[in-house]
């Protein structure tokens, strides 16, 4: 096998993932006239545009709960064999899809707005599409707002820490998709190395901030862990009835971590959006400024010390966190279509491993962390005008 090459082709993934999307349409809606439409790139799932009798609708094939891109290098073995293993594992209670179409339910229980689930069967879930600019487009058009729209679609969550809801996400909590253990699954053991060497000229960066974001990954925190979105990016918060409006939610990754998870997440995908879009000086300063005020309003509470620990914490999962994507970037098979945002950060991937060595270094150094995150927000503005 060539570097970079899949051990698996997409091709035949895609295929595969048609022919089940097809085959659930046809048992949930029988006789019903199906037509696919587009394939929505993605590196976690394969998932496609279609219509039921004119009804428009995604449908979402998640092989053995991994990512797409791991299913193609191979990871879990031949293609033969992951379809062996597939057939068993939609069957049981509890696959990936399962837990994501009940997190679905359950954000509507916190009093969330969530997309509607349409079906489940055989593997594929069927979802409602939502239409209206995502937060990520909103941030884009006015990043004078995404101070407020940040910590909105924060707090817009806080029903999920109701003891019911909580109760009912620790029996169907998505632990596959967290920072942490997707950190670990691509960066622990003998694979680590070898996996970062496939990442080209970042790869020796990377390997500095791995090793930094090992020592800086605090202790497993001890007592009670609040219940979180787990995959909170800008691009699954939509505001359909536009930026006065309540957002809703798709793609939930619920489980319990730490306060700041949801935080990291959203500032480092808004960080990557913005290192991507290159916006003018005035634009990439309003978005740092309103991820500041977003830090802020979440840490209004705190005492001084406690914010500089908050702080630091929200810093090594933001890292992180840019650290596995870039990395999955990077790396990705070269038949897996991407993105179009990920194409233009694998463009600018020494920008952004540059940041990610500046803060690293200077969390190591035992700096103290309200300095660390203004320094890291202004190389943020600096990132995204080189």
Not at 38 to 63: E, F, G, M, W
Not at 71 to 79: E, F, M, S
Not at 167 to 176: G, L, S
Not at 332 to 351: I, M, S, V
């Amino acid at each position: 096998m060539t570097a970079g090459s899949s051990a698996i082709a997409a091709a035949e993934v895609f295929a595969y993932g048609d022919e089940k999307i097809k085959q659930a349409a046809a048992e949930l809606w029988p006789g019903g006239t199906m037509r696919l439409g587009q394939h929505t790139p993605s590196v976690t799932a394969y998932v496609r545009r279609l219509t039921v009798d004119s009804r428009p609708l995604y449908a979402k094939v998640s092989l053995l709960g991994l990512s797409l891109v791991s299913v193609l290098r191979g990871t879990a073995g031949d293609w033969a064999q992951v379809r062996a293993a597939q057939a068993a594992y939609q069957g049981l209670p509890g696959a990936l899809l399962e837990r994501e179409a009940r997190g679905l339910a359950l954000l509507q229980e916190a009093g969330a707005r969530a997309c509607r689930v349409a079906g489940r069967l055989g593997g594929v879930l069927f979802t409602e599409p939502v239409t209206g600019p995502t937060l990520a487009d909103l941030l884009t058009k006015d990043p004078h707002q995404t101070g407020e729209l940040m910590t909105r679609a924060v707090v817009e969550l806080a029903g999920l820490q109701q003891p019911a809801v909580a109760r009912a996400v620790d029996e169907a909590a998505i632990t596959e998709r967290g920072i942490g253990s997707t950190f670990d699954r691509k960066f622990n053991g003998i694979n680590g190395p070898t996996y970062l060497r496939k990442a080209g000229q970042a790869g020796d960066v990377l390997s500095t901030v791995v090793l930094r974001l090992r020592r800086l990954r605090p202790a497993p925190a001890a007592g009670h862990r609040p219940v979180i979105y787990g995959d909170l990016k800008p691009d699954h918060v939509v505001f359909p009835d536009g930026a006065d409006g309540r957002p809703v939610f798709l793609d939930p990754g619920l489980g319990r971590g730490r306060p700041q998870t949801d935080a990291a997440k959203l500032v480092s995908r808004t960080v990557l959006g913005l290192i991507a879009s290159s916006p003018d000086l005035v634009a990439a300063d309003a978005t740092a400024t309103g991820i500041e005020e977003f830090a802020d309003a979440l840490t209004a509470d705190l005492a001084p010390d406690e914010r500089a620990e908050w702080l630091r914490h929200l810093m090594v999962l933001w890292l992180m966190d840019t650290t596995n994507i870039l990395s999955t970037y990077l790396t990705c098979p070269p038949d897996l279509p991407l993105p179009e945002h990920a194409g233009k950060l694998t463009a600018r991937a020494e920008t952004v491993c540059g940041l990610l060595e500046t803060t690293t270094a200077a969390l190591v150094a035992g700096t103290d962390p309200r300095a660390v995150w203004r320094l890291a927000l202004a190389d943020v503005v600096k990132a995204a005008n080189r």
